[in-house]
């Protein structure tokens, strides 16, 4: 499903990653242990998409597709979804809104109708409701 | 896969934000009409033939008369105005065509079905059917083609109540007594250059009368246009709710694309009495120019409210997305006691745009209350000034004002300023200013990338984020509009 071949990044000329090599399977979970500065983040942010990362060397293919040759927003259409461990804050715009327009884009992108905002609502206290968060905020 | 915390979360150029460039203006066609003009230059003979024109009784002309001759002693001691932050070649007032009129209007349409098809065709282009449809949106229009006022619909549902709403030709002829006790009460013809300029020249405008106690059912709204080449427009509005009464007012306006700078001075006085209130909506999408800052609309427009009477409010409302240069500062004289002046903007400058606006909030009468949220947001090469007053004077014991200036840069070449004046000459009052300069950062960008939305829409929900504060003071459809337009004119503004 995920192939990284021999993955080289560097940043501002500095080398972060030299040579990854790691083969996932569909179904497969892996955990990515190290040490700070080890580049776990770069590793994943690379995954992503980021800006600001040089790659020198090395190939990544995702689901028989060549995955650093895609835009982010192509990428989290294919599937790659990367939790952030501090979320940015979009002042003015508030979670539920965020949420909305996240899935209408992936479901415009998939030819399914757009969600309204009431049917959303419904579908966000099912999740909040399955995942067990308070909704009283 | 989680990530963990590392260095790298730190430091980042934001490339992605780039400069903005290229969106092509929309509502730049030119409607083919003839129209009936005056003499290209400014004298006195000018003033008089407007004046002729419009069959003016003696004392309008006399004011025309002694606004243009103050304006001559300003022009030859050079008082054109030099204070605000913008940029441009000297303005050849002789080489302005001062009245341009659809030639149809020799003979007045008394009806939508006189009007010059062609005319109507324009207003279908620019979204705003004059037609009854309108009824159901609520919202009755005075449209402004060039120097006149072209149709007023809903006028008669509108009499009904009492209420006064029409040009401001019309409004001279058959409401003279009100045009001459409030005309130059707010906005003087002395007070300022082009206000001076506006008192001398001024075509036509809309005009609005609410009578005591009575609740305006619908938006009212003007649309100006201008259409001929190397014409100014001078237009002006009189609005005035008598006690107790309540009116919404918005405002529209475009031009078409043209490669020679076009002169917009307008003035706008609003007059409240007690316990009255006036919301007043305006969106400018004149021509801005081109991405190399060729052409568009000189905005030069001078905007007053004066709350007169105790317990009235005056709401100013702009999003200002269109001209080259935007000199702009609609203001509230807090007369009465208890009255309260509020002022929510945004301004857009994109390419070689300027714009230098904000507000004036002269607190007069005792616990007088007023509100300023300006939000600038720049791009391109586009420059972006707030500049505003708050005068709490001696005597406006317990006033209470409270500002919020923010700016969001798009890129790197632009600029956004910041000019907060505040006078306070008493010891019980209470004035804040709050001012936040913020960017699109990298790392919002990529989260919303990540989410599967694109750079554009992720871009224009940030900005909308960043306005909403001001978006919420608008009627609904027109929200709807400011932001659309927001977006348009910010597109292809990130790579």
């Given amino acids: 499903m995920l192939s990284i071949k021999n993955l080289h990044v560097s940043v501002h000329n500095t080398t972060i990653l030299q040579g990854i090599d790691l083969t996932i399977h569909a179904g497969e ?9 080890s580049g776990k983040s770069t590793l994943a942010h690379v995954l992503a998409g980021r800006e600001g990362y040089e790659i020198t060397a090395g190939a990544v293919r995702y689901a028989g597709q060549d ?13 790659v979804f990367l939790a952030f461990q501090y979320p940015v804050e979009i002042p003015g715009v508030n979670s539920a809104y965020f949420l909305r327009t996240a899935l209408n884009a992936m479901r415009q992108h998939r030819g399914l109708k757009e969600l309204s905002a009431r049917d959303f609502l419904a579908l966000l206290k099912e999740k909040m409701h399955l995942v067990e968060m308070d909704q009283s905020c | 896969m989680n990530t963990a915390a590392t260095l790298i979360d730190q430091e980042y150029t ?17 409607t083919d009409i003839e129209a009936e003009t005056v003499p290209r230059g400014l004298n006195e ?3 008089c033939r407007i004046s002729a024109k419009k069959h003016e009784p003696a004392w309008l002309l006399q004011w025309r008369l002694k606004a243009y001759r103050y304006w001559t002693t300003l022009e030859k001691s050079a008082a054109e105005p030099q204070w605000a932050n913008v940029h441009y070649a000297p303005i050849d007032y002789q080489d302005i065509i001062y009245y341009a009129a659809p030639k149809t209007q020799q003979d007045r349409p008394q009806s939508l079905d006189e009007v010059d098809p062609k005319l109507l065709e324009t207003y279908e282009k620019l979204g705003i059917p004059l037609s009854e449809q309108k009824l159901l949106a609520g919202v009755a229009v005075d449209a402004i083609f060039d120097s006149v006022s072209v149709a007023t619909t809903f006028k008669e549902k509108l009499a009904e109540l009492g209420i006064i709403f029409c040009s401001f030709s019309e409004a001279v002829q058959e409401h003279p007594d009100l045009v ?13 250059f082009f206000a001076a300029l506006n008192a001398a020249v001024f075509s036509d405008g809309s005009f609005c009368y609410i009578p ?14 201008i259409n001929a080449k190397d014409t100014g427009q001078f237009e002006r509005t009189l609005i005035i709710a008598d006690a107790d009464s309540y009116v919404s007012y918005l405002e529209g306006c475009t031009a078409p694309m043209r490669d020679k700078n076009q002169l917009h001075a307008a003035v706008v006085e609003l007059i409240a009495l007690d316990n009255a209130q006036i919301k007043y909506s305006t969106i400018q999408n004149w021509y ?24 009235s409010q005056i709401s100013w409302t702009q999003v200002e997305t269109g001209s080259a240069i935007t000199w702009k500062y609609p203001s509230c004289i807090l007369q009465g006691d208890h009255s309260i002046g509020k002022f929510y903007s945004v301004a857009l400058t994109n390419n070689y745009q300027q714009a230098d606006t904000g507000t004036k909030m002269i607190h007069i009468g005792k616990h007088t209350k007023s509100t300023i949220i300006s939000k600038g947001l720049s ?21 209470r004002n409270y500002s919020q200036c923010d700016s969001l840069l798009l890129g790197d070449q632009c600029g956004a300023h910041t000019f907060p004046y505040l006078e306070v000459r008493n010891n019980d009052s209470v004035v804040e200013h709050e001012a936040t300069t913020s960017k699109i950062s990298e790392e919002q960008l990529f989260y919303c990338r990540q989410r599967g939305i694109s750079a554009e829409d992720a871009v224009s929900m940030i900005v909308s984020g960043f306005c909403k504060e001001v978006f919420r003071e608008l009627p609904m459809e027109f929200a709807v509009e400011a932001q659309k337009l927001l977006g348009v004119s910010l597109e292809g503004s990130v790579g």
């Fill in chain 2, 45 to 47: 003979d000018i003033v």
């Fill in chain 2, 180 to 192: 001459r006790e409030y005309l130059g009460s707010v906005v003087p013809y002395n007070d300022n």
């Fill in chain 1, 67 to 79: 995955l650093l040759g895609m835009s982010p927003e192509e990428r989290a259409y294919a599937g």
């Fill in chain 2, 379 to 399: 791009a391109g090469h586009g420059q972006n000034t707030y500049r505003g007053l708050v005068r709490i004077q001696k005597g406006a014991t317990g006033a």
């Fill in chain 1, 29 to 37: 979970v892996h955990a990515i242990m190290g040490p700070n500065a």
């Fill in chain 2, 212 to 225: 005591k106690g009575v609740r305006c059912p619908m938006e009212l709204s003007t649309y100006f246009r």
């Fill in chain 2, 14 to 30: 934001p490339s992605t934000v780039e400069a903005l460039v290229t969106q092509e203006y929309k509502w730049g066609f030119v």
């Fill in chain 2, 288 to 311: 801005p120019g081109d991405k190399n800052g060729k052409g568009g609309i000189y905005n030069f427009v001078t905007k007053r409210g004066k709350c007169l009477g105790k317990h």
